[in-house]
Nanobody, 118 residues
Framework: QVQLMESGGGLVQAGGSLRVSCAAS????????MGWYRQDAGKQRELVAV???????NYADAVKGRFTISRDNAKNTVYLQMNSLKPEDTAVYYC????????????WGQGTQVTVSS
């Protein structure tokens, strides 16, 4: 079992920055991938950014150039640095871990609210 705990959400003005963190209960070096998803009211959950075990990254087009995902294996923590925030970035941000072979199992945190005011 993997437990994930997000922190760092909050209210920020448009153009501002925020960093959210995801602390895992076991070594994140074991995970196939770690990622951040977001879900706004009435919308489907969508991928924001993902980082692989080898530290390759991938981003949604909407956040490229503004958001950066990173990991600290020593702290079992994954971060999402969000810059130049826009009101449309408002959502609950969820941490995800995919672990296992041949079919990775997905684990989710409880989510942290990010609200960007215009």
């Amino acid at each position: 079992q993997v437990q994930l705990m997000e922190s760092g959400g909050g209210l920020v003005q448009a153009g501002g920055s925020l960093r959210v963190s995801c602390a895992a209960s076991i070594g994140i070096y074991r995970m196939n991938t770690m990622g951040w998803y977001r879900q706004d009211a009435g919308k489907q959950r969508e991928l924001v950014a993902v980082i692989t075990r080898g530290s390759s990254t991938n981003y949604a087009d909407a956040v490229k150039g503004r958001f950066t995902i990173s990991r600290d294996n020593a702290k079992n923590t994954v971060y999402l640095q969000m810059n130049s925030l826009k009101p449309e970035d408002t959502a609950v941000y969820y941490c995800n871990a995919a672990w296992g072979y041949p079919e990775p199992r997905n684990y989710w945190g409880q989510g942290t609210q990010v609200t960007v005011s215009s």
